[in-house]
């Protein structure tokens, strides 16, 4: 399979992507400066976001994935509003269907979906952007049930406002991101 899945996310130190509620307002002091996400977003091909996540950004004033082809993992029912796919299938079923499609980079974001993809051993690379803040309860990005997997380091960040980023790749996967050397199978 040539469809290469990648995660850009943020997390508390507790290791949280959202409150219990939902809500990301913790995030809005990291987002001045620039940390990468322009330079990933534009190295994607697709999305495919988890119905937590989808939700979330409904309520955004603006949709921020502009044209880029979406995709929502959901079994509820839905009304896509600004040309999102809905898919309600395994997260297999959906990588071989992107593959044969011509896909080749996919960012994929949601707790619940990043998991459901590590389980099925989809992820190839993960960014994670760890804030400053310990949140205390929320949604994790990680819980247990997941497989062992061992990641290769590619490359770890500080910025001034105490966020740490950490980029990793799947250990077997061979990664080519803009600006990045290659990473080559182990």
């Known amino acids: 399979m040539e469809v290469r899945f990648a995660v850009f996310i943020a ?3 507790d290791g949280y992507i959202a409150r219990p509620d939902g809500s990301i307002d913790w995030l809005a002091p ?12 534009a190295g994607v091909d697709a999305l495919v976001i988890g119905r937590g996540t989808y939700d979330t950004v409904l ?7 502009g044209k880029k082809r979406l995709i929502v993992c959901t079994t509820r029912p839905s009304s896509p509003t600004h040309g999102e796919e809905i898919w ?3 997260p297999r079923a959906l990588a071989e269907r992107l593959d044969r499609e011509g896909i080749r980079r996919v ?9 459901g993809f590590l389980r099925e051993g989809l992820v190839d690379e993960l960014t ?6 310990i949140l205390g309860a929320g949604r994790p990005l990680f819980s247990s049930g ?4 061992p990641l290769l380091l590619l490359e770890a960040k500080s910025f001034p406002s105490g966020l740490v980023q950490l980029r990793y790749a ?4 061979n990664v080519h991101s803009p600006g990045a050397p290659a990473v080559r199978s182990v």
């Open 11 to 13: 997390v508390s130190l």
């Open 30 to 41: 990291f987002q001045e400066g620039e940390h990468g996400y322009a330079e990933f977003f």
């Open 59 to 65: 309520a955004f004033p603006e949709w921020p994935y």
């Open 88 to 90: 309600s299938g395994p």
């Open 107 to 115: 960012y994929l974001d949601g707790g619940a979906l990043v998991r």
């Open 128 to 133: 994670i952007n760890v804030i400053p803040l």
């Open 146 to 149: 997941l497989p062992e997997l």
């Open 170 to 173: 799947r250990e077997s996967a």
